[in-house]
């Protein structure tokens, strides 16, 4: 059994000059403008609510996470996804589990988790061994079961993600990672992605 904390990594992004200049070029046909601060251009555009034109840029990122926040994030329709299949990949070493926001493994209830996801794996792997194919023996794992999945969002429905998940209301895995990809964004890209307050999600925004 291999227990790891959830991560992601950006494997394909724009620089900020060529996201700045596609959507300036694109938004600048509707109203035949040439404007000189592109920053600024591209600001007043998400303020006045003009985004379907920023949906000409794209952010590609890989999750490696828990399933039960895949099955949260691929609710967001307007992205593509490309997600490890349990069905065809059969776990014969160490099935890997993500460590829940909750779980300290020096605590009882963190000891109880573990003990249930080894229980998991013995039986997956039991099923395994006497036949069972992978597709029908990934029944007995868990949520917590670790899942990797490359995902790519328009910069319009990555704004929608991180005001939907870094709410209070979103779960709090799902939650700690879109508040981790926005600050990552923000720093990349502030003229797209610096309006957005994480902590208006505090007050129930």
Same mark, same amino acid.
């Given at each position: 059994?291999?227990?790891?904390? *959830?991560?992601?990594?950006?494997?394909?992004?724009?620089?900020?000059?060529?996201?700045?200049?596609?959507?300036?070029?694109?938004?600048?046909?509707?109203?035949? /403008?040439? +404007?000189?601060?592109?920053?600024?251009?591209? /600001?007043? %555009?998400?303020?006045?609510?003009?985004?379907? !034109?920023?949906?000409?840029?794209?952010?590609?990122?890989?999750?490696? !996470?828990?399933?039960?926040?895949?099955?949260? %994030?691929?609710?967001?329709?307007?992205? /593509?996804?490309?997600?490890?299949?349990?069905?065809? @990949?059969?776990?014969?070493?160490?099935? !890997?589990?993500?460590?829940?926001?909750?779980?300290?493994?020096?605590?009882?209830?963190?000891?109880?988790?573990?003990?249930?996801?080894?229980?998991?794996?013995?039986?997956?792997?039991?099923?395994?061994?006497?036949?069972?194919? +992978?597709?029908?023996?990934?029944?007995?794992? +868990?949520? /917590?079961?670790?899942?990797?999945?490359? @995902?790519?969002?328009?910069?319009?429905?990555?704004?929608?993600?991180?005001?939907?998940?870094?709410?209070?209301?979103?779960?709090?895995?799902?939650?700690?990672?879109?508040?981790?990809? %926005?600050?990552?964004? *923000?720093?990349?890209?502030?003229?797209?992605?610096?309006?957005?307050?994480?902590?208006?999600?505090?007050?129930?925004?």
């Amino acid at each position: 059994m291999k227990l790891i904390d *959830q991560h992601f990594e950006v494997i394909n992004s724009p620089s900020y000059s060529e996201a700045l200049s596609v959507i300036t070029d694109a938004a600048s046909t509707c109203y035949k /403008s040439r +404007p000189k601060n592109k920053e600024r251009f591209v /600001s007043g %555009l998400i303020k006045s609510g003009h985004t379907s !034109t920023i949906e000409h840029m794209s952010l590609t990122f890989r999750l490696v !996470t828990d399933r039960a926040v895949t099955h949260e %994030l691929v609710r967001h329709r307007i992205a /593509s996804y490309s997600q490890e299949s349990q069905r065809y @990949c059969a776990y014969r070493d160490d099935v !890997t589990f993500i460590i829940p926001h909750w779980v300290d493994l020096k605590r009882a209830e963190g000891f109880r988790w573990s003990y249930a996801m080894q229980e998991a794996e013995f039986s997956y792997k039991k099923l395994l061994s006497l036949g069972v194919r +992978p597709e029908d023996a990934r029944a007995v794992l +868990p949520n /917590s079961c670790a899942t990797e999945i490359v @995902c790519t969002f328009n910069f319009r429905s990555l704004i929608n993600f991180f005001v939907l998940r870094t709410a209070r209301a979103a779960h709090p895995d799902i939650r700690r990672f879109a508040r981790e990809l %926005l600050t990552w964004c *923000q720093d990349k890209y502030p003229a797209f992605f610096g309006h957005i307050d994480p902590s208006k999600g505090d007050k129930g925004h």
